[in-house]
Nanobody
């Protein structure tokens, strides 16, 4: 069955960096666009970043643009999110998600079909 397992979260100070990882299994990873979403305490899910099945095209939400980088390795079934210059507003649980498409669906970026269990990121001084 489809499994997505996130790791790499932690507690950091503002301005520091973290790299999140997502190990995929149970499906043909290279055939799916993938995404990262997050959920801040007491709030709904927020789309963060996504990329096409090849990784050639990436997309970012405004809060992530210029600070976060999404990438993938289809040979290793791995997805990453490099997060730099972290801010307290970045605090939340981060999830990787699978789209049921090869492309990133415009206007429907929270409509992934599978999501992992998440990894906690806390940014605080």
């Amino acid at each position: 069955q489809v499994q997505l397992v996130e790791s790499g979260g932690g507690f950091v100070q503002p301005g520091e960096s973290l790299k999140l990882s997502c190990k995929a299994s149970g499906f043909t990873f290279s055939m799916h666009a993938m995404t990262w979403v997050r959920q801040a305490p007491g709030k709904g899910f927020e789309w963060v970043a996504a990329l096409t099945r090849s990784g050639a095209s990436t997309h970012y939400a405004e809060p992530a643009r210029g600070r976060f980088t999404i990438s993938r390795d289809n040979d290793k079934n791995m997805l990453w999110l490099q997060m730099n210059n972290l801010k307290p507003d970045d605090t939340g649980v981060y999830f990787c998600g699978r789209y049921n498409t090869t492309y990133v669906p415009a206007g429907r970026r929270l409509e992934y079909d599978y999501r992992g269990q998440g990894t906690q990121v806390t940014v605080s001084s």
